[in-house]
């Protein structure tokens, strides 16, 4: 089927502004937004949403979140990720060239085909981990 054939119905609609307000979001946590409003709609329905706008190119895979599920991105942008290894956030970053450059003598056998994640601590569970200490 071609895109310009695909009906647009009320959930392509709000999925699309979800994963746009969110930036980042897994089907678990579109299902609860979507939900709000839309207090029957499954899980199911949810993932063929995402599936189908990421199959036609409306939004992208980022970094998995914590438990594994796949995370969608609504930049569909070629770009860089930092994640959070304690809460699982995931920003975009654009990493320098020279940054780059550097990644790939240290990897002389490969080459980056796409983008990278940079994993650490974000600044909020830097507090809270403080803390608690």
Not at 111 to 133: A, F, H
């Amino acid at each position: 089927m071609k895109l310009a054939d695909r009906r647009t119905t009320k959930y392509v609609t709000e999925v699309k502004k979800i994963v746009r307000l969110r930036g980042h979001a897994n089907n678990a946590e579109i299902l609860a937004d979507l939900r709000e409003n839309y207090p029957d709609v499954s899980a199911t329905t949810i993932h063929r949403v995402t599936q189908r706008l990421y199959e036609d190119g409306e939004l992208r895979k980022g970094p998995a979140c914590l438990d594994g599920s796949v995370r969608y991105d609504s930049n569909t942008e070629r770009h860089d990720h930092f994640m959070c290894t304690m809460c699982g956030q995931v920003r975009d970053v654009s990493i320098p060239q020279a940054c780059l450059s550097i990644i790939k003598c240290n990897v002389e056998d490969c080459s980056i085909s796409g983008p990278l994640t940079v994993s650490g601590v974000c600044d909020s569970c830097k507090k809270m981990w403080r803390e608690e200490e």
